[in-house]
């Protein structure tokens, strides 16, 4: 919830403050030369100019390492139960598979429910421990959610800046229409009479 906050205060805070702009306002990723614009069609746009805003601006830094330490500590923070909860599941599949082996009917049927009953026993006791890694899982869901709109937010004024700054004089195209219309009256006054 903290790392969502953050993200929010980042994204007003660059509205607000302008501090994603830099210096140069032109942004390197839209120039018009052959090996941004290869780069550019290979990856994503929106990526690579958020990038370009992140280099520029240390409150993106920031959040950019806290979302990178953000995963390390998730990962160091599940591992134990992750391994814990891993040996009890394959023990129960491994109890299962040997109660398949015996022949003895009403033995087998009081294996599984002594081995229902411990599994039972066992979700109950992880429940709450369940509970909140379903806590973490739908925090995740929104953390990379506003990551996405906050990427989306700060690059969306930089593409319009491109497209209002570049938008293409239409007298070249407008020569080209003309042109075609030019040859295609040259080929009708070339076709034979009928």
């Known amino acids: 919830m903290i790392l969502i906050s953050f993200v929010l205060m980042t ?34 746009l929106v990526e690579a100019l958020y990038k370009e805003l992140t280099e520029k601006n240390t409150e993106l830094q920031q959040l950019e390492s806290a979302l990178v330490n953000y995963e390390e500590t998730e990962k160091d923070s599940l591992k134990t139960y992750k391994k814990y909860n891993a040996k009890s599941d394959s023990y129960y599949q ?59 937010a700060l690059t969306l004024p930089v593409i319009e800046k491109f497209q209002n700054e570049n938008f293409p004089d239409d007298s070249s195209i407008e020569n080209l229409i003309r042109e075609q219309s030019d040859l295609i009256e ?6 034979p009479d009928k």
Request: charged share 25%; aromatic share 2%.
């Open 94 to 152: 491994s109890a299962l598979v040997k109660i398949d082996v015996i022949q003895d009917s009403i033995l087998k049927n009081q294996m599984n429910e002594l081995i229902n009953s411990s599994k039972s026993a066992y979700k109950n006791k992880t429940a709450d421990l369940d509970a909140l890694l379903e806590q973490i899982k739908t925090n995740n869901t929104s953390l990379k959610d506003y990551h996405e709109m906050l990427k989306i």
């Open 11 to 44: 994204l007003n805070s660059c509205q607000i403050t302008g501090e994603s702009k830099s210096k140069n306002d032109d942004s390197q990723v839209l120039q018009d030369n052959q090996s941004k614009i290869k780069s550019t069609r290979t990856s994503n």
């Open 186 to 191: 040259e080929i009708k006054n070339l076709m």
